[in-house]
């Protein structure tokens, strides 16, 4: 399978401060990424969709402002958390699907747990 | 608004015996679906992807879609210990996937 990995995998920040979160595809080029948010025992959330060279873009009710998207080559997309507090603190999963798959399968980096204090 | 409905659960299965996990779509122009599998602290896993109606087995697991009821299920055979995680149906949306919330499967030793 395709892989795809998230760096950090882990950060404590404290509240006021600015989190970049990166998003790679190994062994594949990716024009589109996702980001999902993920709290403790709910539902995975489809935060926004990373276009390579283009903008994002966002699920209603995700702040554009807040949550900083970046897809500056075909195989990084970053998310900044911009002054970030304790409510931010949560699970943040990227994907992307390799090109030419039937379904538009997608492949979920490790995820980077965020934890504002 | 496309959406995918599963059961929360728990499900408690035994050790060794089958697991069966359901789940529905609304839109009826889907076409491409898959079974994620999260353990807990950690992200999704892909283990079954389906586009045709019927059946497909992969090892243990088997992917059933019925297009027509706009319903597919996971069933897991002779179920382990290890299988104890939530269990993500996503269906194709479009550009992104639509994710159920996920059902909770704990098999007991």
């Known amino acids: 399978g395709a892989v795809v990995s998230q760096h950090p995998s882990r950060v404590i920040c404290k509240s006021g401060t600015s989190v970049k979160i990166e998003c790679r595809s190994l062994d594949f080029q990716a024009t589109t990424m996702f980001w999902y948010r993920q709290f403790p025992k709910k539902s995975l959330m489809l935060m926004a969709t990373?276009?390579?060279?283009?903008?994002?873009?966002?699920e209603q009710g995700v702040e554009k402002d807040k949550f900083l998207i970046n897809h500056a080559s075909l195989t990084l997309s970053t998310l900044t958390v911009t002054s970030a507090h304790p409510e931010d603190s949560s699970f943040y999963i990227c994907s992307a699907s390799p090109p030419g798959l039937e379904g538009n399968e997608q492949f979920f980096g490790p995820g980077t747990r965020l934890t504002v204090l | 608004q496309k959406e995918v409905e599963q059961n929360s659960g728990p499900l408690s299965v035994p050790e060794g015996a089958i697991a069966s996990l359901n789940c529905t779509y609304s839109?009826?122009?889907?076409?491409?679906f898959f079974w994620y599998r999260q353990y807990s602290g950690k992200s999704p896993e892909l283990i079954m992807s389906i586009y045709s109606n019927g059946d497909k087995e992969d090892g243990r697991f088997t992917a059933q879609l019925n297009k027509a009821s706009q319903y597919v299920s996971l069933l897991i055979r002779d179920s382990q210990p290890s299988d104890s995680a939530t269990y993500l149906c996503?269906?194709?949306?479009?550009?992104?996937?639509?994710f159920g919330k996920g059902t909770t499967l704990s098999v007991s030793s």
């Open positions: 990373s276009n390579e060279g283009s903008k994002a873009t966002y």
């Open positions: 996503a269906v194709n949306g479009g550009t992104a996937l639509i």
């Open positions: 839109d009826r122009g889907s076409q491409s």
